[in-house]
């Protein structure tokens, strides 16, 4: 068939087609990287056959290893608290660790480090050096220029052989201009995948977005462009009904959490409940369900809502 002139030609992309057998020695093995964070390890899960072919599955202890997880919810609610007992965490246990901050300098992002290690008894010292810091938030080439960041990211993974990449927070690098906001994402996914890193991503909800959404500010298609995403909420006592159904005085907070999907391996779909110590340290405590009919048993609450 003849074309006119200036007719877009179309290509066949064949190197973009694969077989799978053709893959298999690249397709990488999913393990688990400790969060430090209590009660997250045990929610993420691989599947296995035993020797019957019975499908099985079992915690893998940790973040999927290679996955870029969003980490979202509005202010105070744990988002950074969780990346740097990850960060601190996996320091270590001896892997470097490339931490963006987009919010707020390097040297206090530092402070904020050395504070929370002592809250986790971790030698802070001793894990200085493989704790590698961009400071995004007093460079505006940093933060303005995609192009850079991705430069300066592969210098810093290059030279310090990091496994472990946080940007705190993404939605730093679009704000005021978040019809950008998913291009900025998928290039950040696609390099980081390209690196084989594991990663988080925190980002910020607008505090009119549904709380146990995954939707961010940069709308609901930046958390899936990545592997998975985890929600944070938190929620005010300030009525009887949620007195009652939550056992808890008014004026008090409840904390809650909820895993919105993985690409990489099975979770645990329930919401749970969430708990920030005096010290800072965020851990993950039982599902609702289980605390609110814990809450009943002990007549705290909850027999009178119906």
């Excluded at 980002?203 to 709380?211: A, Y």
Aim: charged residues 25%.
């Amino acid at each position: 068939m003849r074309r006119e002139i200036g007719e877009k030609q179309n290509k066949i992309q064949n190197q973009s087609i694969y077989l799978v057998s053709q893959l298999r020695s690249e397709i990488p093995q999913i393990t688990g990287l400790k969060t430090g964070v209590e009660g997250l390890d045990n929610l993420f899960f691989v599947s296995y056959l035993d020797k019957k072919g019975k499908p099985h599955i079992k915690p893998i202890g940790g973040f999927p290893s290679f996955g870029i997880i969003n980490i979202t919810g509005i202010p105070d609610t744990g988002k950074s608290l969780m990346a740097e007992q990850f960060a601190l965490t996996q320091a270590s246990l001896g892997h470097p660790v490339c931490f963006v901050t987009v919010e707020q300098p390097a040297v206090f992002v530092a402070t904020g480090l050395r504070n929370k290690a002592a809250s986790m008894g971790i030698d802070f010292e001793a894990i200085e050096d493989r704790l590698i810091i961009i400071d995004a938030s007093t460079n505006t080439v940093l933060r303005e220029d995609l192009s850079s960041l991705l430069d300066t990211l592969a210098y810093a993974i290059k030279s310090y052989k990091t496994k472990v990449t946080i940007i705190d927070s993404i939605t730093g690098l679009y704000e005021a201009r978040e019809m950008m906001a998913r291009m900025i994402v998928r290039s950040l996914f696609t390099f980081l995948k390209k690196w084989r890193q594991t990663a988080l991503f925190i980002s910020q909800k607008r505090s009119g977005h549904e709380e146990l959404t995954a939707e961010a500010a940069g709308g609901y298609a930046v958390g899936h462009i990545l592997d998975g995403t985890i929600v944070l909420f938190k929620k005010e006592i300030m009525s009887r009904y949620d007195q009652i159904l939550y056992g808890k005085e008014i004026g008090n907070l409840i904390r809650l959490l909820r895993i919105d999907g993985c690409r990489l391996c099975g979770h645990d779909p329930r919401v749970h409940v969430v708990e920030i110590l005096e010290n800072g340290i965020i851990r993950i405590r039982e599902p609702l369900e289980s605390y609110l009919k814990k809450i009943r048993k002990e007549g705290k609450g909850g027999q009178n809502i119906e």
